[in-house]
């Protein structure tokens, strides 16, 4: 399972939803997708701009976890 991490990026650069969404430009409803990991899928551009507005790694929004 893969899990997404973008709520403790956004608290360590002390950003909001509404901030990174205009930087990466998608839609708050989209990002909160992302957020709460419900999204089945994701862009390489949608992953490079959000890397980008948040000064991180890929490895720092995604991890990998195994089945529990």
């Known amino acids: ?3 997404i ?6 608290a ?5 939803l509404t901030e990174l969404a205009e930087r990466v430009g998608i839609t708050l ?3 909160s997708v992302l957020k709460t990991g419900k ?10 701009a959000l ?3 948040l000064d ?3 490895a720092d929004i995604l991890e990998y976890v195994g089945e529990e």
């Open 51 to 53: 890397c980008q507005a």
């Open 12 to 16: 360590r650069r002390k950003m909001s």
């Open 39 to 48: 999204a089945r899928a994701i862009r390489f551009t949608t992953l490079d």
């Open 5 to 10: 991490n973008l709520d403790v990026m956004m």
């Open 29 to 31: 409803a989209n990002l």
């Open 1 to 3: 399972m893969i899990r």
């Open 56 to 58: 991180c790694q890929p």
